[in-house]
């Protein structure tokens, strides 16, 4: 019901004929927003694979992966660009259609290194180590290789792992003391100290990332139950105003009344509980 609101149109008045924003990743074009950032925001307004302008963006990112097209971002020397790009160009495809053979390639090469690291039903940084070098063809670079638990590689890798992998690696991650790098800067197993906050919405996307992992869901039960407990009588939720982000609310076009706002954030938990609850077979076979 948001796909034909004030921030979609924002959003879609600004696409290029090439399904592109601007940049990417950065902002160093000068553009407003990047294609990532429009991508985020339309993936939580409603928008799928079978709207017009998701379908060019996908298109555009594949043009990408297969060197037809280059993203206009500045390389970064940090850490190996191509094999970054690679990522991500896959993630944001993978987050909209799981048809694509060049993304779901990345994804499944991701999946390989990962299980080597998690084969013990642990996480092992040397066994990752020598699984990415030997799978990708080269050592890691930078910290945003070396370091799986960020938006990307867990993002990528949904539907990819066995069950007991997927939940040694949401374990791992619930207890990372940094959190998923993008998403939530803080160990995801402690809820934030106050639920009307701009912290809890962040927290809500990391747990919205790791619902995706049917083999975890047992380990994200605590999640459902806290969430649970801040229902207020009327059976909804309100984060306050200060959940505003422009990335995950507003949904409605304002929320300077109380009703809408408290109307997209039960909205959003609501549907986030559904899949913390549900049967760890039901999404597997999503």
């Avoid at 940084?125 to 063809?137: C, N, P």
């Avoid at 998923?180 to 919205?208: M, N």
Wanted: charged share 25%; glycine share 6%; aromatic share 10%.
């Amino acid at each position: 019901m948001h796909k034909t609101g004030k921030w979609a149109r924002q959003i879609l008045a600004l696409q290029d004929e090439e399904g592109k924003w601007g940049g990417f990743h950065s902002l160093s074009s000068g553009a407003i927003i990047t294609t990532e950032q429009a991508l985020r925001r339309l993936e939580r307004l409603g928008f799928t694979i079978e709207d017009p302008s998701i379908c060019r963006a996908v298109e555009y990112m594949d043009d990408c992966l297969a060197g037809r097209k280059a993203i206009p971002d500045r390389r970064e020397k940090t850490h190996d660009w191509d094999a970054f790009t690679e990522m991500i160009l896959s993630t944001w495809i993978r987050r909209f259609t799981r048809e694509n053979p060049r993304a779901n390639e990345t994804a499944g090469r991701w999946a390989q290194v990962v299980s080597r690291a998690f084969t013990a039903g642990q996480y092992n940084h040397k066994d990752y180590v020598q699984a990415y070098t030997e799978i990708m063809g080269k050592p890691p670079a930078g910290n945003r290789l070396v370091d799986f638990t960020c938006f990307y590689p867990v993002s990528l890798m949904a539907g990819e792992l066995d069950m007991p992998i997927q939940q040694a690696m949401v374990d791992y991650i619930l207890n990372k003391p940094d959190g998923i790098y993008y998403i939530y800067d803080k160990p995801v197993a402690r809820p934030p100290e106050h639920f009307q906050s701009r912290e809890t919405s962040r927290w809500l996307g990391a747990l919205e990332l790791l619902a995706a992992y049917p083999g975890g869901l047992d380990s994200l039960a605590f999640g459902a139950d806290w969430l649970e407990e801040q229902q207020d009588t009327a059976g909804a939720w309100d984060m306050s105003g200060s959940a505003k982000d422009q990335v995950y609310f507003p949904l409605s076009d304002s929320w300077r009344g109380q009703r809408d706002r408290v109307q997209d954030c039960t909205q959003r938990i609501k549907a986030l509980l559904v899949r913390l609850r549900a049967r760890p077979e039901a999404l597997e076979k999503e």
